[in-house]
């Protein structure tokens, strides 16, 4: 914890703390500089029978963050949301297509699209926008518990 700012620290904290993976502290390291960020639920629109999700709460954090466990990615979104820290809103969206457009040229989004929609009038992919964003709480945890990353400075040998 940053000894400055411990007064602000509340009681929860400690808990929340307790409740952490080293993964989940790792995306909350990022998302202390990235607030809001794009998360799409990808389905199959059948006419008639509605939609089937086969990919949800996607991101592109596995790029941006070094999880060890990268496949678990969804599951720290979602236990960092049971803790109050992000919340994810498929109610509200960005405007601005373009903030999108990197998930939908995902490499398996395409091939699911090319071998299950394409060429077939009965389907479509269903795209589920939405905002994923760090809650006040989680502002408040990551300004007092997520320290800035400090650089490794490597200084060569001096000759003997």
Same mark, same amino acid.
């Given at each position: 914890?940053?000894?400055?700012?411990?007064?602000?620290?509340?009681?929860?904290?400690?808990?929340?703390?307790?409740?952490?993976?080293?993964? &989940?502290?790792?995306?909350?390291?990022?998302?202390?500089?990235?607030?809001?960020?794009?998360?799409?639920?990808?389905? +199959?629109?059948?006419?008639?029978?509605?939609?089937?999700?086969?990919?949800?709460?996607?991101?592109?954090?596995?790029?941006?963050?070094?999880? &060890?466990?990268?496949?678990?990615?969804?599951?720290?979104?979602?236990?960092?949301?049971?803790?109050? +820290?992000?919340?994810?809103?498929?109610?509200?969206?960005?405007?601005?297509?373009?903030?999108?457009?990197?998930?939908?040229?995902?490499?398996?989004?395409?091939?699911?699209?090319?071998?299950?929609?394409?060429?077939?009038?009965?389907?479509? +992919?269903?795209?589920?926008?939405?905002?994923?964003? +760090?809650?006040?709480?989680?502002?408040?945890?990551?300004?007092?518990?997520?320290?800035?990353?400090?650089?490794?400075?490597?200084?060569?040998?001096?000759?003997?």
């Amino acid at each position: 914890m940053n000894k400055n700012k411990s007064s602000k620290a509340l009681p929860c904290f400690v808990e929340i703390i307790k409740q952490l993976t080293a993964d &989940e502290a790792k995306l909350l390291s990022f998302f202390k500089h990235n607030h809001t960020l794009p998360i799409v639920n990808f389905g +199959l629109r059948t006419n008639g029978n509605g939609t089937k999700f086969f990919m949800k709460k996607f991101t592109d954090l596995d790029k941006n963050v070094s999880c &060890e466990q990268k496949k678990l990615i969804t599951s720290y979104l979602d236990n960092l949301e049971r803790l109050g +820290l992000i919340a994810i809103d498929f109610s509200h969206w960005f405007t601005d297509d373009k903030k999108y457009q990197h998930l939908l040229d995902n490499p398996y989004v395409t091939m699911f699209d090319d071998q299950f929609v394409k060429n077939k009038p009965d389907k479509s +992919l269903a795209v589920d926008k939405g905002i994923l964003s +760090l809650t006040d709480l989680g502002k408040l945890f990551t300004d007092i518990c997520i320290q800035e990353a400090q650089p490794i400075i490597v200084k060569p040998k001096q000759p003997e």
